[in-house]
């Protein structure tokens, strides 16, 4: 018992330490969903040129979801008319350029692992973008594009047909300031952290049980950590295959991210686990539903070689610059609660998240809650609920 009590206890340290840092995210991203319409989206990603991968890498960063949420959108875009490239940076960036993740990395990590993040990403697309102009052809992506128009589910896929952006008339301000603004940012807030709990807490639990229980040395002989070049070599080909295995994905990969990090794997290493939460083996088999079983395959490979190569480059430039922090300076947070910043910013953003989750109730959420595991062709209706978002559900239950 005494175990399972320590590994409760990191677990729930860590989730004191990053609550803030996850209410912001979510509510930054919130925000921006309620005022970006999903068709201004789909318009603007109809090719693989440089503009429109940096279009779909902002759109996805601002988008924030979870893995399995990402990957449904990002099929929803393809079936609409957006390109497969932009389609799959919109994936990318949706997961692993996203606020929530850097601040996260930072408090758990240090600062440089969210400016690793952050410069990697765009590398790992610029890659992916490149393998796919050599090597994917038009016959496996027509494939691809007639197995997606099946509709198949996957996981998330009410959420992902959803469009809840506020429609009316005046600016981004005057829109997000309204009655129906304040509703569709509750809803998007609520929603987004439906979708990401699961693997939020099994990432938790998970971190805190391999701290406990697995000694450091373990991870050392694994990582190689005696052999300095050695594990830099190997680090980011063995980061996402740790990640793969995992099951863990989205923001729940960072809290094993830093028992890895402690037990010795590599800076790029590092890097490459957290990037692979795209390759966790459920999503790959939403791949091979979403898309047939050879451009699930293409996915993998590609998506791996990409992310590795990020893994690399970060290594080189962070240690050529001398930012790579000191392994031995690790330290997996187990003070528990005391009176200090950390708990200011909590109470303070667990008010905000009371005030959206009370909104959510009032205005028919948790209707829109029931949708979220629905079917990818039942955008319609979601769509049409978010266009209006809110009018009904004021006058349905609203007491203001």
Partial sequence: MHAVGHALSIAGAMTWEITWALILGFTLSAVVQAVVRRETVVRLLGDDRPRTLALSAGFGAASSSCSYAAVALARSLFRKGADFTAAMAFEIASTNLVIELGVILALLMGWQFTAAEFVGGPIMIVVLAVLFRVLLRERLLRRARDQAERGLSGSMEGHAAMDMSVGGEGGFVRRLLSRDGFTSVSHIFVMEWAAILRDLVAGLLIAGAIAAWVPDDFWRSFFLAGHPLAAKLTGPLIGPLVA??????????????????KGGISFGGVIAFIYADLLILPILNIYR????????????????????????????????LGLVPDQADAKIPDDGISWNYTTYLNIAFLLLAAALVVR????????????????????????AHGHGHGHEHEHMHDAD
């Fill in 244 to 261: 793969i295995a995992s099951f863990v994905c989205s923001i729940g990969n960072v809290p094993l991210a830093v028992v890895l990090w």
């Fill in 289 to 320: 539903k979403y898309y047939g079983a050879r451009m699930a395959a293409f996915l993998l490979g590609t998506f791996f070689v990409s992310m590795a190569v990020a893994g690399y480059v970060v290594e080189l430039v962070f240690g050529g």
């Fill in 360 to 383: 959510f109730l009032r205005t028919g959420g948790p209707a829109m809650l029931r949708m979220m595991g629905g079917s990818p062709d039942g955008g319609e209706q979601g769509e």
